[in-house]
């Protein structure tokens, strides 16, 4: 068997662009061989690797634009490995800010209190499962659309030992049929307009439903529409948005909560990524 850097080396040879995606390549040889780290790869690249087999098949799809997140079946986000699969969307780096922003509001507002939080649109479940994870005492609630998705998230839930419930749904309906009460709500909805600005991989294998709005961004505009119904008293909801849909979603927020305070908040690339509201 070749070691794990001869197998390297040559799949990099191969690549379109090797400075882009050499990092998969040494993903998926970790996955193969077991490893947890980059480190773990430098440290143990002139081993053998176990399944050269295996390896080529996942190189394989990946040439062809598989995300390297579906063929291990795994996920990073924030400090933690999430299952994923073609199910459900893969989390992104950028979610993580929403989330960080989320986690200081809610301290802001409650200190270390207990409180009740939705995770609507939930996915695969990584954002309320880090909610619940990184405070523990917030009883935090799961929702989608998608019994596929709350699948894919009851998976992660068990996996995390997370004490978290879970709603099947649409945007804040299950939450008014079930009579549930927020003191804040986080969503992460399909915002994406522009179908041109998404790159093959995500657009020919992540979930369409998850992925691509509406022009009226329906899912937003029921969120806010709804509010008042599961929100408690000084409620607040943090929404992931797209730098595009800025205007529209100001446009909603003053016709659906219009004695509400909102804010625009930029990521670290300096485009507008989340929205929150204050009731």
Known sequence: M???????????FELENP??????IRILLCYINNLHTMTDFYLHENDEIKDHKKFLELYKKFLIGFPVQYLINSAYFYKRDFYVDDRVLIPRME??????????????????????????????????????????NAKVTLSDISND?????KMNAKYHKADVDFLLGNALLPSVDANKKYNAIIANPPYIINRD???KSTANFEPQL???ATKDLIVYQRIMEYAKDVLLPGGFIVFEIGYDIVNKLTGFVEYYLPDARYSFHKDINGKYRIMCIEL
């Not at 400075?19 to 998969?24: P, S, T």
């Not at 998705?149 to 998230?153: H, P, Q, S, T």
């Open 2 to 12: 070749p070691s794990l850097i001869e197998v390297y080396k040559k799949a990099i």
């Open 19 to 24: 400075r882009k995606d050499e990092i998969n």
């Open 95 to 136: 979610t993580e800010e929403v989330v960080d922003f989320f986690i200081k509001k809610l301290f802001k507002i409650h200190a270390n209190n207990p409180v009740s939080v939705l995770d609507c649109c939930t996915g695969s479940g990584c954002i309320g499962i880090t909610i619940a994870k990184e405070r523990e």
């Open 149 to 153: 998705a709350l699948d894919v998230a």
């Open 197 to 199: 600005e998404v790159d």
């Open 210 to 212: 998850a992925l691509y």
